[in-house]
């Protein structure tokens, strides 16, 4: 059985795909993520953390992105 | 009208300011450009007005910056839409593109930033794409000069023949539009493409279309559905034309290093420190020193003594002697200064570190509710706080914009550098490093209080995105970094020859004639300025410096904060020769007789209160059409009672610090912080239930 679970409690240094977006998220945000290629299947690797865990920083689609906790708890991988 | 568009830190500035000649300021940042910049050119006899604007990364702005640009594509009247990409990320550079083409606009694409590892077919791009597609290294002159001739020349005619139309095979979106055909639709040319947007619940559109989500039943998944199979459209364009980009942008070794958790601050504390070492003392003094040799000594006694031998009237000679060169030309003498911090600020943000400093920061700056772009704001602050309330518009909520602009003035910037080094430099020597670093944190500390208090209260800010690109590292440009010292020299000195200038005069003016229009130092009695001053000095009595001069010179300073040091130095007629200009400062102060009396505890105040008081008028003028009248009236209030309190606190702790030591201060404030911290702790002990004390919980009765 796969293992869902969200972006947010990824692990540095870890590679996953994602498996779909949250409802409950803001439209706004939402948009943004897609504009930026978070869709099912992509690959996406947590390369670091701020200081208190807060921020993500991720490499997805050739770049490296910051994303809020918040933003990364809307995204399920596996 | 030539739009420049595109994703952020791709270019567009760069191209900018190399196809018009101008000196626009970039970054390798994300949120550079804030505001549109317009210039016109002249080419062949034709003109031209190129519009840079703000990055984007799709037609759905998401910040305060973003609706500019929107804005201005939608409703502008332009010829050609030029779109910047850059050759490193092309894939998402491109998603932009292809709404712009569903405009039916007309289109061309740039790529920037091409080397060598980047492969790509521009002539099979440009066919699957539909749009002329030019390469260009913004940074080589031959190369833009090709590149402006093709522009001007594709201005004329449309080459984009494609344009978006709802069309019966898309049933969802056709039906749609069919129920929106009650609402404003008529006269809208790119109708179709907003009602693309509204459907995919963008409230921008649907506000321009003057509905929203519950009017009419939406698909939560055709967003998701439209964007991917854009995407699919941009990889197999890119397919086509072979296109390849080895690495990973934004990715870096060293990033192991600054991102560390515990290592980020000390860097960035180290880095600071630095910063303010080489501009405040070392390569900074030395410099000003010279230049106020040269402009006092050399110059200015010359000019003096040349005009003395030829006018009789001693105000005027006293006037250039005093007003001029001694007043403007103190000013201009911190210019070696002004001009290094900026250029070290340059250097941050060439490299790409702003960036990472955005992301350290970010958890901090988002229990005030700001966010990690914040950090932006801070930074540009120590240059000049008018530049850096306009960072503010990288915000994505309203109230994080009022508090973001909130904190620019709250910056010890360029202006404030020549209060510290004079009025610091004078009573502390080596040791005014620690206090101007104590008077950066102390703007730094309040700024965020005030955001504190404000996010819980008026300000409350909605959840914001901190979604940024980090940019590669790259090599810091020698020349721009050149360009944008030699800018800020440029910029300062005509404010000095316009406004300081003027101001300096009118200063020496009122400082040097009575009510009744005669010369003081011929016919003696009190000046203008000296009158005005008494009446307001005695407000500064409780902060230690209440003399007509500090209160006139704190006066002449919301104007323009420069030159509140120059009023001081001609107020206490500071000798000309400037073998020790700091040593000739500081015995004047300490002449009772003097206009401006200070002693160690008084000058320590008289900084902090030029910290915080007021800002200029120039950023004044710039919060009012950022954040409104009424909250630039309050946080000008604000500042001035957090500008007395904080001066009388400080100038009386210093006072309790001298008579009784530092190291029993330093117990006395110990044993009162263990004190407020036991007294929270046991009114926090108190609340426990009294009715069931086993169960240790805190009663809700």
């Given at each position: 059985m796969k293992n869902f679970f969200l972006l947010s409690n990824g692990k540095i240094g870890q590679e996953y795909n994602i498996v779909s977006m949250c409802k409950d998220i803001d439209i706004k945000t939402k948009t943004r993520l897609f504009e930026l290629g978070f869709f099912c299947g992509e690959k996406i690797h947590i390369r670091a953390t701020s200081i208190t865990g807060g921020v993500l920083l991720i490499e997805i689609k050739g770049s490296m992105l910051t994303i809020r906790k918040r933003e990364a708890g809307c995204v399920v991988v596996e | 009208m030539i739009l420049l568009v595109g994703n952020p830190n791709v270019g567009k500035s760069t191209l900018f300011n190399a196809l018009t000649k101008s000196n626009e300021h970039t970054g390798n940042w994300h949120g550079v450009t804030v505001k549109e910049k317009e210039k016109q050119i002249s080419v062949d006899g034709e003109k031209f007005e190129f519009v840079d604007l703000p990055g984007l990364y799709s037609l759905s702005p998401n910040s305060f910056e973003e609706e500019v640009s929107v804005n201005y594509v939608l409703t502008h009247d332009k010829s050609l839409i030029v779109n910047v990409c850059s050759s490193e990320s092309l894939q998402k550079n491109l998603y932009l593109t292809t709404e712009l083409k569903m405009l039916g606009l007309n289109v061309i694409v740039v790529i920037n930033k091409m080397n060598n590892k980047t492969i790509i077919n521009i002539k099979k791009i440009e066919e699957k794409l539909g749009l002329k597609v030019l390469l260009c290294d913004a940074n080589d002159k031959k190369n833009v000069q090709k590149i402006k001739k093709q522009i001007i020349k594709l201005s004329k005619i449309n080459n984009n023949n494609y344009k978006y139309e709802i069309n019966k095979n898309n049933i969802e979106l056709y039906n749609y539009k069919k129920m929106l055909q009650t609402f404003e639709t008529k006269g809208n040319s790119n109708i179709d493409f907003f009602i693309l947007k509204s459907y995919c619940q963008d409230k921008f559109y649907q506000n321009k279309l003057k509905m929203n989500n519950n009017m009419i039943k939406i698909n939560d998944n055709y967003l998701e559905k439209e964007i991917k199979e854009r995407y699919n459209y941009i990889n197999s364009i890119l397919n086509y034309s072979a296109y390849h980009q080895s690495g990973v942008v934004g990715k870096s070794k060293i990033d192991k290093i600054l991102l560390n958790k515990y290592l980020c601050l000390p860097i960035f504390l180290g880095i600071m420190t630095l910063i303010f070492y080489l501009t405040f003392f070392s390569i900074g003094a030395f410099l000003s020193e010279q230049l106020r040799y040269f402009l006092q000594d050399v110059v200015g006694e010359n000019v003096v003594k040349f005009l003395s031998e030829r006018i009789t009237i001693v105000w005027i000679v006293d006037l250039v002697r005093y007003g001029i060169f001694g007043g403007v030309g103190t000013i201009v003498s911190f210019l070696p200064q002004v001009c290094l911090m900026f250029l070290f600020l340059g250097v941050l943000e060439d490299c790409g570190y702003i960036s990472r400093l955005a992301f350290c920061f970010d958890d901090a700056l988002k229990k005030v509710g700001l966010s990690g772009k914040s950090i932006y704001t801070l930074l540009m602050g120590f240059g000049c706080s008018t530049t850096a309330c306009l960072t503010a518009r990288t915000m994505t909520d309203k109230n994080a914009k009022i508090k973001t602009a909130m904190l620019a003035p709250f910056?010890?910037?360029?202006?404030?550098?020549?209060?510290?080094?004079?009025?610091?430099?004078?009573?502390?020597?080596?040791?005014?490093?620690?206090?101007?670093?104590?008077?950066?944190?102390?703007?730094?500390?309040?700024?965020?209080?005030?955001?504190?208090?404000?996010?819980?209260?008026?300000?409350?800010?909605?959840?914001?995105?901190?979604?940024?690109?980090?940019?590669?590292?790259?090599?810091?440009?020698?020349?721009?970094?050149?360009?944008?010292?030699?800018?800020?020299?440029?910029?300062?000195?005509?404010?000095?020859?316009?406004?300081?200038?003027?101001?300096?005069?009118?200063?020496?003016?009122?400082?040097?004639?009575?009510?009744?229009?005669?010369?003081?130092?011929?016919?003696?009695?009190?000046?203008?300025?000296?009158?005005?001053?008494?009446?307001?000095?005695?407000?500064?009595?409780?902060?230690?410096?209440?003399?007509?001069?500090?209160?006139?010179?704190?006066?002449?300073?919301?104007?323009?904060?420069?030159?509140?040091?120059?009023?001081?130095?001609?107020?206490?007629?500071?000798?000309?020769?400037?073998e020790n200009f700091l040593g000739s400062v500081s015995s004047s102060f300490a002449l009772s007789s003097s206009a401006v009396f200070l002693s160690p505890a008084s000058a320590i105040s008289f900084m902090v209160f030029c910290l915080l008081y007021c800002p200029c008028m120039a950023t004044i003028s710039i919060l009012n059409k950022e954040i409104g009248k009424k909250w630039t009236f309050i946080l000008i209030i604000i500042q001035f009672v957090m500008a007395y309190l904080c001066s009388f606190v400080v100038y009386n702790i210093y006072r309790i610090t001298e008579k009784i030591g530092i190291l029993t201060m330093i117990v006395a404030v110990l044993l009162i912080f263990i004190l407020v911290v036991s007294l929270t702790k046991f009114l926090k002990k108190k609340k426990v239930c009294s009715c069931c004390v086993n169960c240790k919980k805190i009663c809700h009765k």
């Amino acid at each position: 059985m796969k293992n869902f679970f969200l972006l947010s409690n990824g692990k540095i240094g870890q590679e996953y795909n994602i498996v779909s977006m949250c409802k409950d998220i803001d439209i706004k945000t939402k948009t943004r993520l897609f504009e930026l290629g978070f869709f099912c299947g992509e690959k996406i690797h947590i390369r670091a953390t701020s200081i208190t865990g807060g921020v993500l920083l991720i490499e997805i689609k050739g770049s490296m992105l910051t994303i809020r906790k918040r933003e990364a708890g809307c995204v399920v991988v596996e | 009208m030539i739009l420049l568009v595109g994703n952020p830190n791709v270019g567009k500035s760069t191209l900018f300011n190399a196809l018009t000649k101008s000196n626009e300021h970039t970054g390798n940042w994300h949120g550079v450009t804030v505001k549109e910049k317009e210039k016109q050119i002249s080419v062949d006899g034709e003109k031209f007005e190129f519009v840079d604007l703000p990055g984007l990364y799709s037609l759905s702005p998401n910040s305060f910056e973003e609706e500019v640009s929107v804005n201005y594509v939608l409703t502008h009247d332009k010829s050609l839409i030029v779109n910047v990409c850059s050759s490193e990320s092309l894939q998402k550079n491109l998603y932009l593109t292809t709404e712009l083409k569903m405009l039916g606009l007309n289109v061309i694409v740039v790529i920037n930033k091409m080397n060598n590892k980047t492969i790509i077919n521009i002539k099979k791009i440009e066919e699957k794409l539909g749009l002329k597609v030019l390469l260009c290294d913004a940074n080589d002159k031959k190369n833009v000069q090709k590149i402006k001739k093709q522009i001007i020349k594709l201005s004329k005619i449309n080459n984009n023949n494609y344009k978006y139309e709802i069309n019966k095979n898309n049933i969802e979106l056709y039906n749609y539009k069919k129920m929106l055909q009650t609402f404003e639709t008529k006269g809208n040319s790119n109708i179709d493409f907003f009602i693309l947007k509204s459907y995919c619940q963008d409230k921008f559109y649907q506000n321009k279309l003057k509905m929203n989500n519950n009017m009419i039943k939406i698909n939560d998944n055709y967003l998701e559905k439209e964007i991917k199979e854009r995407y699919n459209y941009i990889n197999s364009i890119l397919n086509y034309s072979a296109y390849h980009q080895s690495g990973v942008v934004g990715k870096s070794k060293i990033d192991k290093i600054l991102l560390n958790k515990y290592l980020c601050l000390p860097i960035f504390l180290g880095i600071m420190t630095l910063i303010f070492y080489l501009t405040f003392f070392s390569i900074g003094a030395f410099l000003s020193e010279q230049l106020r040799y040269f402009l006092q000594d050399v110059v200015g006694e010359n000019v003096v003594k040349f005009l003395s031998e030829r006018i009789t009237i001693v105000w005027i000679v006293d006037l250039v002697r005093y007003g001029i060169f001694g007043g403007v030309g103190t000013i201009v003498s911190f210019l070696p200064q002004v001009c290094l911090m900026f250029l070290f600020l340059g250097v941050l943000e060439d490299c790409g570190y702003i960036s990472r400093l955005a992301f350290c920061f970010d958890d901090a700056l988002k229990k005030v509710g700001l966010s990690g772009k914040s950090i932006y704001t801070l930074l540009m602050g120590f240059g000049c706080s008018t530049t850096a309330c306009l960072t503010a518009r990288t915000m994505t909520d309203k109230n994080a914009k009022i508090k973001t602009a909130m904190l620019a003035p709250f910056m010890s910037c360029s202006a404030k550098l020549p209060v510290y080094i004079v009025i610091g430099g004078a009573f502390f020597g080596a040791g005014n490093i620690g206090i101007i670093v104590l008077l950066y944190l102390l703007g730094i500390v309040l700024s965020l209080c005030l955001s504190m208090f404000f996010e819980k209260t008026y300000l409350k800010s909605s959840e914001q995105t901190f979604i940024i690109e980090f940019p590669s590292y790259q090599k810091v440009s020698v020349k721009r970094i050149i360009n944008l010292s030699f800018h800020s020299m440029l910029t300062f000195l005509s404010r000095v020859g316009s406004v300081l200038f003027a101001l300096s005069i009118i200063v020496w003016i009122l400082e040097s004639f009575s009510l009744k229009f005669e010369y003081i130092p011929l016919v003696g009695g009190k000046s203008m300025l000296q009158n005005l001053g008494e009446i307001i000095s005695s407000i500064f009595i409780p902060l230690g410096f209440a003399s007509w001069g500090t209160a006139s010179a704190l006066l002449a300073g919301i104007v323009a904060k420069e030159v509140i040091v120059s009023s001081i130095a001609m107020f206490n007629n500071v000798s000309n020769k400037s073998e020790n200009f700091l040593g000739s400062v500081s015995s004047s102060f300490a002449l009772s007789s003097s206009a401006v009396f200070l002693s160690p505890a008084s000058a320590i105040s008289f900084m902090v209160f030029c910290l915080l008081y007021c800002p200029c008028m120039a950023t004044i003028s710039i919060l009012n059409k950022e954040i409104g009248k009424k909250w630039t009236f309050i946080l000008i209030i604000i500042q001035f009672v957090m500008a007395y309190l904080c001066s009388f606190v400080v100038y009386n702790i210093y006072r309790i610090t001298e008579k009784i030591g530092i190291l029993t201060m330093i117990v006395a404030v110990l044993l009162i912080f263990i004190l407020v911290v036991s007294l929270t702790k046991f009114l926090k002990k108190k609340k426990v239930c009294s009715c069931c004390v086993n169960c240790k919980k805190i009663c809700h009765k």
